[in-house]
């Protein structure tokens, strides 16, 4: 069973910096995309960064410039570096990551990782 380990919220202020990771358990596929989405209370969940298995990394516009993804494919594992955070970026933030089982494709979810930003 494939198991994706979240870890670096918290609590910062407005202009602070933290850095997220996505752990995926190894087993008998490869892992293609990785990303990372945010829920904040009373919205839809929306995409804030994804990163290719070529590395191509993509952000959603409002986090261009402060937020930095980067994946390391030999621990499958995929970070979000976020610097200058400002209030609105406060949300729950779920790893997500499609993989590749031989003809195969499945997709799978984090359990979320609440990251708040306030003085």
């Known amino acids: 069973q494939v198991q994706l380990v979240e870890s670096g919220g918290g609590l910062v202020q407005p202009g602070g910096s933290l850095r997220l990771s996505c752990a995926v358990s190894?087993?008998?596929?490869?892992?293609?995309?990785m990303g990372w989405h945010r829920q904040a209370p009373g919205r839809q969940r929306e995409v804030v960064a994804f990163?290719?298995?070529?590395?191509?990394?993509h952000y959603a516009d409002s986090v261009k410039g402060r937020f930095t993804i980067s994946r390391d494919s030999a621990k499958n594992t995929v970070y979000l570096q976020m610097n200058n955070l400002k209030s609105e970026d406060t949300a729950v933030y779920y790893c997500n990551v499609d993989l590749r089982w031989g003809q195969k494709e499945s997709n799978h979810w984090g359990q979320g990782t609440q990251v708040t930003v306030s003085s």
């Open positions: 990163i290719t298995d070529r590395t191509s990394a």
């Open positions: 190894q087993g008998n596929f490869s892992v293609r995309v």
